[in-house]
Every structure is written in structure tokens, then in C-alpha cells.
């Protein structure tokens, strides 16, 4: 059994989306200033980040988009966790545009989709937020009345963001399925047989979150 981790790194000072602001990482609590506070010599440290929930490797949920949707506390584990994984090739479809041509013959339902485009090869370069790769909306209309569980993406956006429409995040997550970004290392994964999860934290009144997102290969 192997793990794979899918996930980028969260650094202070990185940029996930031009415009948005980057994370803070700091000390609540140095260890220097926790000593007084113990005996026998302990100390500990309290670190805080201030960010968006748009940053690095993250999920949406149904509230991300819609107003009555799901939020992070309300999505079932079995959305989002050790879901059976499929892991489609998009590298040489010789276009942005995955259409669902993609998809035909593969069996989506109950799965977690992960589309691999490579674009994470851009990540943290000033590539990575132009001309990237996305899911048309006659994909997502498939992989929805599919029954795909999860639908994730090693790509800036699974929509086009040349244009100001989200056709691919309104399809998904009204249809209650959540939708994982900027995701790494697809390369590493086989095209079925493998367990996915990208759990976020059961935080109330959010749609978007980080997470931990990995693959476990039997």
C-alpha cells in the first residue's frame, strides 16, 4: 500500500489567484515566550495563519456557489473521503477545452474523477494563472449525470477564467458534487485502483478550504 500526496504546499507569502491575498504565517506563541508559562524547562509553540480559503490545494462545497448549499460541516465524509479513484488523461487532448469525449466508456459513478493535465509543472510560476487547462460544461453535465462523487483538477481553474461565467462549478456543485483544485502530482497515480480522500476541516458557514489531498494505492 503507497500514499501519494496530491497536494501543494502552503507557504507564507504565496499566490494562489491573482488578486487574492497571501497567506500569513506567524507565531501566536514562541517557544522564548512560552517558557514562563511552564515548569521543568517546556515550552511550546502556537503558530496562526491568516489566508482565504481559496489557497493551495483546496475543496469546494455546494456553498462555495450556491446560497442554500452545503458548507464544509455539512458535507458527508463519503463525498470526500477514501472514495474509489479514477484518473483520466488529459495531456494530450490538444486543447484547454476537456470535453466529455474524455469520459466515454468509463465507468464515473461513485468515483472521485481526477482529470491530470500536468499544469501543476507551472505552479508558482507566472504561467500557472494563463491559458490553463479546464472542463468544458458539456464535461461536467456528463460527469454529473453520471453520478461522479468528486471531480478534482491539477489546473489553475476547472473553469475558464478568460471569461467571467463558472458553468463548471455551477453544474457540479448544484449537483451536491464537490469540486478539488490546484491539485499535484496526478503523474504519480494509476488510471483506476486507487482510494481518494481531501477531507476538510467541519468548519460552519464555509464553502472553500485547504486540504490534504492524497491517494492510497493498493
Known sequence: MRLIDLSHEIEAGMVTYKGLPAPLICDHLTFE???PLYDGGEEFSIARIDMVANTGTYIDVPAHRWRDGDDLAA?????????PGLCVDATGAGDLSVGPELFAGLEVAGHA???RTDWSRNWRTDA??????????????????RGAALVGIDSHNIDDTRVRTRPVHSVLLRAG????????????LPPRAFRFTAAPPKVR???TFPVRAMARVD
Open 205 to 207: 458557514g464555509m464553502g
Open 177 to 188: 458534487v464537490p469540486i478539488v483544485e490546484h491539485m499535484t502530482h496526478l503523474a504519480a
Open 128 to 145: 500557472y494563472f494563463e491559458n490553463h487547462p479546464f472542463l468544458s460544461e458539456a464535461a461536467a453535465v456528463l460527469l454529473r449525470d
Open 33 to 35: 515566550a512560552s517558557r
Open 75 to 83: 458535507v458527508a465524509l463519503d463525498r470526500v473521503a477514501d472514495l
Open 113 to 115: 474523477v481526477l482529470v
